[in-house]
C-alpha cells in the first residue's frame, strides 16, 4: 500500500500569527518539521497541503513538494481533498506542520498501524502519570480495549478511579494520554470528511469521535513521550532555545 505522509498548512495563527514562516534559527518552522519528517521510512512522499501562497513559495525556496487546495475548516478536510485528487496512494499521514521535532518513527508506526491491519485510521498516545495533566480537559485522554482499539476519548479523566486507594497518585496504570497525529486509509478518510459532525463530537469536540460514532477501527499506538507542537511565543522560544543548543554540542 502506497503512504502519502501530508502537512496540511495554513497561514494564520491564533495564538502566534505565521508561525510556520518564523525563521529564527535560519530555516522556518515548517521547513524544519518538513526535513524531519522525510527521514521516516514508511513514507513513498511527503507534500505540503495548503491554500497560502506564502505558505507555498516557503516550501519551493527549501525543496519541499506543494499541494495548493482549497480553504477548509480543519486539516483532515484539507488532507481529503487531497486523497480524492492522489487517489494512487492508498493511505495518507496526517503530519503537524508545527511539531519541528516530530519523531519519524511515530510516523513509520501511524503507517503500519493503518498499511498493515485492517484498521481504517490509527493515532497516538503516551502514558500518563501527573494527577493535574489527567484532570485538564485541554489534556484528551483515550481509552482502549486490549488489543489497542479506541474505545473512547474524551476531555474528562477516563478511565476515572472510582477507587483510589487502588491508585497511588491518582492516576490509573493505563491512563493514555491522546496525541492528535493520524493516518487512514484513503476511503475511510473521503467518507469522515463528508460526514456532518456527530453527537459525541459536538459535546467534546473531538474530531475523532464521528470516526468511532461511524463504526471506524480505530487503532492507537503508544510511544513513550512525544514531540512539544509549537502553538505559543514561549512553545517557539523553547523550540528555538533548543535547536541551538544541539547545533553548539561538541560532536561524540
Given at each position: 500500500?502506497?503512504?502519502?505522509?501530508?502537512?496540511?498548512?495554513?497561514?494564520?495563527?491564533?495564538?502566534?500569527?505565521?508561525?510556520?514562516?518564523?525563521?529564527?534559527?535560519?530555516?522556518?518552522?515548517?521547513?524544519?518539521?518538513?526535513?524531519?519528517?522525510?527521514?521516516?521510512?514508511?513514507?513513498?512522499?511527503?507534500?505540503?497541503?495548503?491554500?497560502?501562497?506564502?505558505?507555498?513559495?516557503?516550501?519551493?525556496?527549501?525543496?519541499?513538494?506543494?499541494?495548493?487546495t482549497g480553504e477548509h475548516p480543519s486539516g483532515?478536510?484539507?488532507?481529503?481533498?487531497?486523497?480524492?485528487?492522489?487517489?494512487?496512494?492508498?493511505?495518507?499521514?496526517?503530519?503537524q506542520g508545527d511539531e519541528p521535532e516530530i519523531?519519524?518513527?511515530?510516523?513509520?508506526?501511524?503507517?503500519?498501524?493503518?498499511?498493515?491491519?485492517?484498521?481504517?485510521?490509527?493515532?497516538?498516545?503516551?502514558?500518563?502519570?501527573?494527577?493535574?495533566?489527567?484532570?485538564?480537559?485541554?489534556?484528551?485522554?483515550?481509552?482502549?480495549?486490549?488489543?489497542?482499539?479506541?474505545?473512547?476519548?474524551?476531555?474528562?479523566?477516563?478511565?476515572?478511579?472510582?477507587?483510589?486507594?487502588?491508585?497511588?497518585?491518582?492516576?490509573?496504570?493505563?491512563?493514555?494520554?491522546?496525541?492528535?497525529?493520524?493516518?487512514?486509509?484513503?476511503?475511510?478518510?473521503?467518507?469522515?470528511?463528508?460526514?456532518?459532525?456527530?453527537?459525541?463530537?459536538?459535546?467534546?469536540?473531538?474530531?475523532?469521535?464521528?470516526?468511532?460514532?461511524?463504526?471506524?477501527?480505530?487503532?492507537?499506538?503508544?510511544?513513550?513521550?512525544?514531540?512539544?507542537?509549537?502553538?505559543t511565543r514561549a512553545d517557539y522560544n523553547a523550540?528555538?532555545?533548543?535547536?541551538?543548543?544541539?547545533?553548539?554540542?561538541?560532536?561524540?
Open positions: 500500500m502506497p503512504v502519502l505522509g501530508v502537512i496540511p498548512a495554513r497561514l494564520q495563527s491564533a495564538r502566534l500569527p505565521e508561525k510556520l514562516l518564523l525563521r529564527e534559527t535560519g530555516r522556518s518552522l515548517l521547513e524544519h518539521t518538513y526535513r524531519a519528517a522525510s527521514h521516516a521510512t514508511s513514507l513513498d512522499e511527503l507534500v505540503v497541503a495548503t491554500d497560502s501562497p506564502e505558505i507555498a513559495a516557503e516550501v519551493k525556496r527549501f525543496g519541499g513538494v506543494v499541494e495548493m483532515t478536510d484539507r488532507l481529503a481533498e487531497v486523497a480524492r485528487r492522489r487517489n494512487e496512494f492508498d493511505v495518507l499521514v496526517n503530519v519523531d519519524p518513527a511515530a510516523i513509520d508506526l501511524l503507517a503500519a498501524a493503518v498499511r498493515d491491519t485492517d484498521a481504517e485510521m490509527a493515532t497516538l498516545c503516551s502514558p500518563m502519570t501527573d494527577l493535574d495533566a489527567f484532570r485538564d480537559p485541554a489534556n484528551v485522554k483515550v481509552v482502549c480495549d486490549p488489543t489497542g482499539r479506541a474505545l473512547y476519548f474524551s476531555r474528562s479523566p477516563i478511565p476515572h478511579p472510582r477507587d483510589a486507594a487502588e491508585h497511588p497518585g491518582g492516576v490509573p496504570e493505563n491512563a493514555r494520554l491522546h496525541i492528535g497525529a493520524y493516518s487512514y486509509r484513503r476511503d475511510f478518510l473521503i467518507r469522515l470528511s463528508e460526514l456532518p459532525p456527530s453527537r459525541l463530537e459536538r459535546v467534546e469536540k473531538l474530531e475523532q469521535l464521528r470516526a468511532l460514532e461511524a463504526g471506524c477501527t480505530l487503532r492507537v499506538c503508544e510511544v513513550a513521550a512525544h514531540a512539544c507542537g509549537v502553538d523550540f528555538v532555545a533548543r535547536f541551538h543548543a544541539r547545533e553548539t554540542r561538541p560532536a561524540p
